[in-house]
């Protein structure tokens, strides 16, 4: 069967999706075989960073990939929120014509109004309108997304002790660490996130990525766990059953047929041959609703595809 060099991918990658079609508002769902090294994961990597991507991952090995709010968490817990904030904060002063202080850490309401001359109390109403332009009426971020990035960016401005709280519990409930939904009620929040709106809220992150100034979202999800049959007797980490794997399959089909709405993404799913081809728990006898997504049905054997959904990798491949 033909593969690609690990190398040879990565720079296809990034000349054909990152450097262009994803950058340009495109989304795409590739599927990997690769050793388990990791050489294509840690080049890939390095190629997104370099391309001003965002770049998490999520390891099936260590999160339940089977439950999309847990995968979103795992995301949630490796993006920079404050830096994100910072950048929001400063065009909302900028849009009102204000010059902002050269440090973040002074971009304060009262720093910003002392700079510009400006009366504090008018600046915290003015900024509040600019703010709730900027984000309350962009209609491609769900609700609940809005409202919580309008406290993590009020708090970047306003250093009392209420704003850091709400700011807290936001980014606690972003994460999957708070423990009662009823420290989000002042910031209209009435439900953690779970499978119901985890997608929608990831589908919200890329597009907030993208305003915050990075070129999109690079989400490597290995599931090479999966492949995994036989529980070890010393294995640490997650084992999935059969059960678990048809979920973490289903998952990843919702997310291939919903790349329309994903907006400058990239998801690299790195999978074992295992998982592709078992008997008892591979895609290809378990799941034919994934198989037909990503399974060339014609191929030229003699020459990989780099366009595929699904590339398998060589990467035994000189240096």
Same mark, same amino acid.
């Given at each position: 069967m033909t593969t690609l060099g690990a190398t040879e991918y990565a720079d296809f990658l990034r000349s054909e999706y990152l450097s262009d079609f994803v950058r340009g508002g495109g989304s795409a769902v590739k599927f990997v075989v690769a050793d388990e090294d990791d050489t294509f994961r840690s080049l890939v990597h390095d190629r997104a960073l370099?391309?001003?991507?965002?770049?998490?991952?999520?390891d099936a090995a260590d999160v339940r990939a089977h439950m999309i709010d847990q995968v979103f968490h795992c995301i949630a817990r490796q993006v920079d929120w404050d830096a994100g904030s910072v950048v929001i904060a400063t065009r909302?002063?900028?849009?009102?014509?204000?010059?902002?202080?050269?440090?973040?850490?002074?971009l304060t309401l009262e720093r910003t109004a002392a700079l510009n001359e400006y009366d504090p109390y008018e600046l915290r109403r003015d900024f509040n309108i *600019?703010?709730? !332009?900027?984000?309350?009426?962009?209609?491609? #971020?769900t609700q609940e997304f809005r409202r919580a990035m309008m406290r993590i960016c009020l708090?970047?401005?306003?250093r009392t002790d209420h704003a850091t709280a709400d700011r807290d519990a936001v980014l606690a409930w972003l994460k999957?660490?708070?423990?009662?939904?009823?420290?989000l009620r002042q910031a209209m929040i009435f439900q953690k996130i779970a499978r119901h709106n985890a997608r929608d809220m990831l589908f919200s992150l890329a597009r907030w990525l993208v305003k915050t100034g990075h070129s999109g979202l690079m989400l490597d999800l290995d599931i090479r766990r999966c492949g995994v049959s036989k529980r070890p007797?010393?294995?640490?980490?997650?084992?999935?059953?059969?059960? *678990?794997?048809? !979920?973490?399959?289903?998952?990843?089909?919702? #997310?291939?047929?919903a790349t329309d709405e994903l907006t400058s993404s990239l998801v690299i799913v790195t999978t074992a041959p295992e998982t592709l081809t078992d008997p008892k728990r591979g895609i290809e006898y378990n799941y034919p609703a994934l198989k037909?997504?990503?399974?060339?049905?014609?191929?030229?054997?003699?020459?990989?595809?780099?366009?595929?959904?699904?590339?398998r990798l060589d990467e035994g491949e000189p240096s």
């Open positions: 370099a391309e001003g991507y965002a770049v998490v991952s999520v909302a002063f900028r849009s009102l014509g204000l010059d902002v202080p050269e440090n973040s850490s002074d *600019a703010l709730q !332009d900027e984000i309350l009426r962009d209609f491609e #971020l708090a970047q401005v306003d999957g660490e708070l423990r009662l939904i009823t420290a007797p010393d294995a640490e980490g997650i084992y999935y059953t059969k059960a *678990a794997c048809l !979920d973490v399959y289903e998952v990843l089909r919702q #997310l291939i047929d037909m997504r990503i399974w060339d049905e014609v191929r030229d054997r003699r020459r990989a595809n780099p366009l595929s959904t699904l590339v």
